[in-house]
């Protein structure tokens, strides 16, 4: 059972363009989001988040999206850079803390120049 | 401040072997978490352990298992080795602050099981 999905397994941009990544999830307990970043060979790194009681977040060219009627999270890059090529992996938790943390399966961003 | 670490960063094994995966957590974080992924898939929460003990573990067999060391760093064990625990295990750790803590991921071990 898989409770957050990201149905896209790829997205390529072209650079300076908006990156749009979904993510959907199933469980309404949920109630903490967070994204990561991933490269290769490195363990993914933590980039944003939001609690449920908001319905945006902002962190400079980043912001998260939170539609909880939806049960749906988007995160938007602008502009994207090619820096930003990636693997981005959406997570959320219920009460309970990292430990609860459920993670989808990642798409890949690849920023083109 | 180092970030975390983990050993080896690749593995090759055969089936039925038996293999442990280490981690060191950041400096002050006394929670560790154990992700295993697959290739396709998320990030599968395998244990977690805080102070010693494990708090909490995810569906997967007995045969991982895993422990942690009074200095907070941890090992995972794989017993009897299955061709399906090929991927990537990765290691994150957190201050037991309180709910919601972000995780810091080491750049994982890569175990091929042959």
């Known amino acids: 059972d898989q409770q957050v999905k990201q149905n896209s397994p790829s997205l390529s941009v072209q650079e300076g363009r908006i990156s749009i990544l979904n993510c959907d999830y199933t469980?309404?307990?949920?109630?903490?989001f967070l994204w990561y970043k991933k490269y290769p060979a490195e363990g993914p790194t933590f980039l944003i988040s939001i609690s449920s009681i908001k319905d945006k977040n902002e962190d400079g060219r980043f912001t998260v999206f939170l539609n909880k009627s939806a049960k749906h999270l988007s995160l938007h890059i602008v502009p994207s850079q090619p820096g930003d090529s990636a693997v981005y992996f959406c997570a959320a938790s219920a009460v309970g803390g990292a430990q609860k943390l459920v993670f989808g399966q990642g798409t890949r961003l690849t920023i083109n120049p | 401040e180092a970030g975390v670490t983990q050993s080896p960063t690749h593995l090759i094994k055969t089936r039925g072997q038996q293999v442990t995966l280490r981690c060191s957590p950041i400096s002050g974080h006394t929670s560790v978490y154990w992700y295993q992924q697959a290739l396709g898939l998320g990030l599968q929460f395998l244990l977690w352990?805080?102070?010693?003990?494990?708090?909490n573990r995810g569906n997967f067999p007995p045969r991982f298992s895993g422990r942690q060391f009074p200095n907070y760093s941890s090992e995972l064990n794989v017993n009897a080795l299955e061709l399906e625990d090929s991927a990537l295990y990765l290691c994150?750790?957190?201050?037991?602050?309180?709910?919601?803590?972000?995780?810091?991921f080491g750049s994982g071990t890569q175990l091929s099981v042959l």
């Open positions: 994150a750790s957190s201050r037991r602050t309180g709910d919601n803590e972000k995780l810091f």
């Open positions: 469980n309404s307990m949920f109630d903490y």
């Open positions: 352990y805080d102070e010693g003990e494990e708090r």
